[in-house]
């Protein structure tokens, strides 16, 4: 009978964990400004994690392509980005000194990542838009990655509850009812009520176009899901579904009040 009540004890545990929602994976890079009034020197951040909370950090290979788009220029930035650990996983770093205003548009493409409790690879092609002179052009200029977007909404200089939005393109083609993650990078100061309110989902419209308001100061990562036309590898070498993001990081300011 004991043996009973652990069999049941451990098939409900079993579904329990079977049920719990996967954690959001969220390809960052993250710069030590999104406005430069001055031009000058940027560092930007790159990691595989957990934003929210905090972690963990996932392994980081070296990335495929890491570059930039200025003035409809791009720059191959792979060969000048250096590792920088986050706690026990690989993370990379990069500085970039930007001498001309316009929107310079940095980019990432990862090598894809397993997922075991998903049995799935992960591929997310991220984003981000450093504003140098505080030009305010240049801003929605396309990378051209297989999955990306668009934002309609300029995304540097943006205050706190600014409406952000944006169109999720797929090789270059809006995706209809596109999903679309959003969450916040949390210091840890933000304690959420339960495990919904960790991951934002808003779901794109016909047109694929979709918004999101921020209601906090801090970097916001969206990350448009769709699944890859072809399927990969796992580790074993057994074929498995690929989830390509297309990622675009937004931060938000509070506005400050005179004294």
């Given at each position: 009978m004991k043996g009973l009540f652990a069999a049941i004890g451990l098939c409900a545990a079993g579904l329990a964990f079977g049920a719990a929602p996967a954690a959001a994976h969220?390809?960052?890079?993250?710069?030590?400004?999104?406005?430069l009034p001055e031009g000058g020197p940027v560092t930007l951040d790159m990691i595989f994690t957990h934003p929210f909370e905090g972690g963990p950090v996932m392994e980081m290979k070296r990335p495929v392509a890491v570059g930039m788009l200025a003035g409809g220029q791009r720059t191959d930035l792979t060969?000048?980005?250096?590792?920088?650990?986050?706690?026990?996983?690989?993370?990379?770093t990069l500085t970039r000194d930007l001498s001309e205003p316009g929107a310079a548009i940095f980019y990432v493409e990862p090598q894809p990542y397993f997922e075991p409790a998903e049995n799935k690879l992960i591929v997310h092609y991220a984003k981000v838009v450093v504003d140098s002179y505080g030009s305010g052009e240049g801003w929605d200029e396309l990378v051209g990655l297989p999955v990306e977007i668009?934002?309609?909404?300029?995304?540097?200089?943006?205050?706190?509850?600014?409406?952000?939005?944006?169109?999720?393109?797929?090789?270059?083609?809006?995706?209809?009812?596109?999903?679309?993650e959003v969450?916040?990078?949390?210091?840890?100061?933000?304690s959420a009520p339960n495990d919904a309110f960790?991951?934002?989902?808003?779901?794109?419209?016909?047109?694929?176009?979709?918004?999101?308001?921020m209601p906090r100061a801090g970097w916001w990562g969206f990350a448009a899901l769709v699944e890859g036309d072809e399927p990969g590898r796992s580790p074993e070498g057994k074929a498995?579904?690929?989830?390509?993001?297309?990622?675009?990081?937004?931060?938000?300011?509070?506005?400050?009040v005179k004294p």
């Open positions: 969220f390809q960052e890079i993250i710069p030590s400004a999104d406005v060969g000048t980005i250096v590792p920088k650990p986050a706690g026990d996983a690989g993370g990379w668009r934002p309609l909404t300029r995304p540097t200089g943006l205050w706190t509850g600014n409406l952000f939005s944006g169109v999720v393109l797929k090789q270059g083609r809006p995706v209809p009812f596109a999903e679309v969450e916040f990078i949390n210091n840890g100061a933000v960790i991951t934002q989902v808003v779901r794109a419209d016909a047109s694929g176009t979709f918004s999101y308001a498995v579904p690929v989830e390509e993001g297309g990622l675009i990081w937004v931060q938000a300011t509070d506005m400050p």
